[in-house]
């Protein structure tokens, strides 16, 4: 596709359910990535996947959050038991070459989640 | 540890000039970023330094000393619709050939006709 995309736009769930949340890259960008940002904080790292390697999971807040990525493409972040601190915009990023020169991360437009 | 700060809000007038400030303390540095997002919408790409120095993009400019761990983004011909949020974004690796971004918390600038 154009950009990055992400599904649903918006969600609102009770407390205690789990969610899904789904990215879509961009069309070959090996690198992938999910932030988390709360209303009045900056974009906190989740967690980021890298071709077939094994992703880096330092940024997840806890064993509710999981993630992964299918045949190096399409990655959907599930959160387990949601809490009302979980409400936030969940934002996925693609990157083509990760970590080297300038390596801009493309966002997609997010998910807006509310935990009741 | 890892502390990116930039300040919370700026005012400008239109057609004028604005510099948003970011200073850094992080467990490495491969590059610093910045990004300009509308409320609601994704944050965009705007601007990358990995050496000292200045780049300049049209209107936008973006500095760094990385001795003193500083960097700003310079805004001229301020126009309305750059009424945005600006985040600074420091690259540290992760290990091996990886990398991830730190972000502040972002600079609300407001720009009045």
């Known amino acids: 596709g154009a950009g990055v995309s992400q599904s649903p736009s918006n969600k609102v769930t009770e407390k205690g359910k789990d969610v899904e949340l789904r990215c879509d890259p961009i069309s070959g960008h090996t690198a992938l990535y999910w932030y988390r940002q709360s209303l009045g904080q900056g974009l906190e790292f989740l967690i980021y996947?890298?071709?077939?390697?094994?992703?880096?999971k330092s940024g997840l807040p806890s064993d509710r959050f999981s993630a992964e990525r299918t045949g190096g493409s399409v990655s959907t972040l599930t959160i387990q038991r949601t809490q009302q601190e979980d409400s936030a915009v969940y934002l996925c990023?693609?990157?083509?070459?990760?970590?080297?020169?300038?390596?801009?991360?493309?966002f997609g437009p997010g998910t807006r989640l509310t935990v009741l | 540890g890892q502390n990116i700060d930039q300040p919370t809000e700026m005012t400008a007038t239109e057609g004028a000039i604005v510099q948003i400030n970011c200073t850094y303390q992080?467990?490495?540095?491969?590059?610093l970023f910045w990004y300009q997002q509308h409320a609601g919408e994704a944050p965009t790409f705007l601007s990358y330094n990995v050496l000292d120095g200045l780049e300049e993009k049209g209107r936008f400019s973006s500095f760094l000393s990385r001795s003193k761990g500083y960097s700003y983004l310079l805004l001229k011909e301020l126009q309305m619709k750059d009424s945005a949020s600006y985040l600074c974004?420091?690259?540290?690796?992760?290990?091996?050939?990886?990398?991830?971004?730190?972000f502040g918390t972002g600079t609300l600038l407001a720009v009045q006709p």
């Open positions: 974004a420091v690259r540290v690796p992760l290990g091996g050939a990886t990398n991830k971004l730190i």
């Open positions: 990023a693609s990157s083509s070459r990760a970590g080297e020169g300038t390596d801009t991360q493309y």
């Open positions: 996947f890298q071709g077939n390697s094994a992703p880096d």
């Open positions: 992080t467990s490495g540095f491969n590059g």
